[in-house]
C-alpha cells in the first residue's frame, strides 16, 4: 500500500520551525508539494536560497582568513607555544552578515594591487638600470655589423670594434684594452705627451730670445692640440653620437691648428728679414687655417662619405706651404734652401702627411685585405705614426733654422720692397 503525503501535514509541521532558513526552504518545498508552481513563488525561493549560500559562503571565508593567519603565526612562534592573535594587528574581522566586508576586501585587493604594480615598475627600473650598468662595464669586442648607424666608419675593419659605451669612466679604461682604437689612442696620447715634455725642456731653456720662443709655442701648441684632441677623439668617440660628433671636430680643429703650428716658426726663421712677405704669408696661411677650422664645424663633414673631402681640405690647406717655399728657393737657391731652410725636412715632412692622408682617404692596407688590420696596421694607425714622425721632423728642421739663423747675426739694413725678396 503506498503511503501518500498529506500536504498540509507538512505544512503545519514546518511552520512550527523557528529558523527562518528553514522555514522559508520549508514553504518553498511546501509550494512546490503542492504543486502551486506560481512563478513568484520559485523567485521568492531562489532568493532565499541565495542569499542561505551567500552567507555559508562568507562563514566559510571568515575561517579561512582566521585560519590562515594563525597558520602564518604558527610558523613563527615555537611548538606548543599558545597563539594569540593581537587585537592591533588583527582586529575581528567584521560580521559575515555585514555587506561592507566584501567592499573592503576589494578595496584592500586593490590597495595591495597597486603597492604590488609599484614595487614592481621600481624593482624593473632598478633591474634595467643594473643591467645596462654591466653591459657598459663588460663590453665585449663587437662586430661592424652589429654597431650602430653612427659608429660605422670603416666596413673594412670586420672584428674588435668597442660598442656604444655609455659612461666616460669606461671609455678612458677602454685605453688599457685591445679593439681597433687601442693604437690610434696610444700613438697619439703618446705623442702628445712627448711633445708636452720637449715643450717644456725648450721654454725652459735659456739660449732662445722670448720672440723665438713665442714662436716655437705657435708649433708646440698646435702639435699638444692636434694629438691630444685627437687622443681624446679616439678615446671617448663611442659614447654616443653627440660626444663623437664634438670630439670629431676638436679633432679636425686640431689637425689645422699643427699645420698653423708648422707654418708659422718656419716663416718666421725663412722670412726673418723680410718682414713684409712673413707677415703676408703667415696672415695668407691663418685665413686658410680658420677656414679649415669653419669647413670641420660642419655636422656632415665627419661622415664616412665626406672622407676625401676631410683629406682634401687638409692636404690643400698644408699645400699651401709650397707657394712661400717656392718664394724661399728661388730667392736663396736651392743648396742654400738645403743648408739655411731646412728645406729637406720641409720637404719629408709634407711627404709623411701628405702620405698619411692618402692611405687614410684610401683605407690602405685593410681595403686590400677586409678584416686582416682591424687590430693593427690599419690605414688611420699608420697615418697617426706618420703624423708624429712628420711633427718631429719639422720639430727638428725648425730648431736647425733658429740656431743657424743666430750665427748671421742682425738683419741688413734694406727697403721694404727690397726686403720681399732679399734676405
Ligand atoms: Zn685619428
Request: hydrophobic share 45%; glycine share 6%.
Amino acid at each position: 500500500m503506498v503511503d501518500y503525503l498529506d500536504p498540509s501535514a507538512i505544512e503545519n509541521e514546518m511552520e512550527s520551525v523557528d529558523d527562518p532558513i528553514s522555514s522559508n526552504e520549508t514553504d518553498s518545498q511546501t509550494h512546490l508539494l503542492s504543486g502551486v508552481h506560481d512563478e513568484e513563488n520559485i523567485n521568492e525561493s531562489e532568493q532565499m536560497l541565495k542569499q542561505s549560500s551567500e552567507m555559508i559562503a562568507r562563514e566559510g571565508l571568515r575561517e579561512r582568513m582566521t585560519a590562515r593567519r594563525r597558520s602564518r603565526l604558527e610558523c613563527d612562534s615555537a611548538e606548543g607555544e599558545e597563539i594569540l592573535l593581537d587585537p592591533k594587528e588583527f582586529p575581528p574581522l567584521p560580521e559575515a552578515s555585514d555587506p561592507s566586508i566584501f567592499e573592503e576586501m576589494r578595496a584592500d585587493g586593490e590597495a595591495a594591487l597597486a603597492a604590488g604594480m609599484e614595487f614592481l615598475s621600481e624593482t624593473s627600473e632598478k633591474a634595467q638600470r643594473i643591467i645596462q650598468r654591466v653591459i657598459t662595464d663588460v663590453w665585449k669586442q663587437t662586430h661592424f655589423h652589429h654597431l650602430p648607424e653612427w659608429l660605422k666608419d670603416n666596413d673594412f675593419l670586420h672584428f674588435g670594434h668597442r660598442p656604444q659605451i655609455q659612461s666616460f669612466r669606461e671609455c678612458f679604461k677602454s685605453i688599457f684594452r685591445i679593439h681597433t682604437e687601442t693604437v690610434n689612442i696610444w700613438t697619439h696620447m703618446i705623442g702628445c705627451i712627448a711633445f708636452v715634455a720637449v715643450a717644456t725642456y725648450f721654454l725652459a731653456a735659456e739660449n732662445f730670445a722670448w720672440t723665438e720662443k713665442w714662436m716655437f709655442s705657435a708649433f708646440f701648441a698646435g702639435a699638444v692640440l692636434c694629438l691630444g684632441f685627437s687622443f681624446l677623439f679616439h678615446t671617448v668617440y663611442c659614447h654616443s653620437q653627440s660626444v663623437g660628433k664634438f670630439f670629431s671636430k676638436l679633432d679636425y680643429c686640431g689637425i689645422a691648428l699643427l699645420t698653423l703650428g708648422s707654418f708659422v716658426p718656419w716663416l718666421h726663421f725663412g722670412f726673418y728679414c723680410r718682414s713684409v712677405a712673413k707677415h703676408i704669408y703667415i696672415g695668407v696661411i691663418s685665413v686658410l687655417a680658420i677656414t679649415a677650422i669653419v669647413v670641420s664645424l660642419w655636422d656632415k663633414f665627419s661622415e664616412p662619405a665626406y672622407r676625401a673631402l676631410r683629406a682634401g681640405v687638409f692636404v690643400a690647406l698644408g699645400l699651401s706651404g709650397v707657394i712661400p717655399a717656392i718664394h724661399y728657393v728661388s730667392s736663396e737657391g736651392w743648396v742654400r734652401s738645403v743648408h739655411e731652410g731646412s728645406m729637406i725636412y720641409l720637404v719629408l715632412m709634407g711627404v709623411l702627411y701628405v702620405s698619411g692622408a692618402v692611405l687614410y682617404a684610401c683605407r690602405v692596407p685593410e681595403r686590400w685585405f677586409p678584416g686582416r688590420f682591424d687590430i693593427w696596421f690599419q690605414s688611420h694607425q699608420i697615418f697617426h705614426v706618420l703624423v708624429v714622425i712628420a711633427a718631429f721632423v719639422h720639430y727638428h728642421g725648425i730648431s736647425l733654422m733658429a740656431n743657424h739663423r743666430f750665427t748671421l747675426g742682425a738683419c741688413p739694413q734694406i727697403s721694404d720692397t727690397a726686403s720681399w725678396f732679399v734676405s
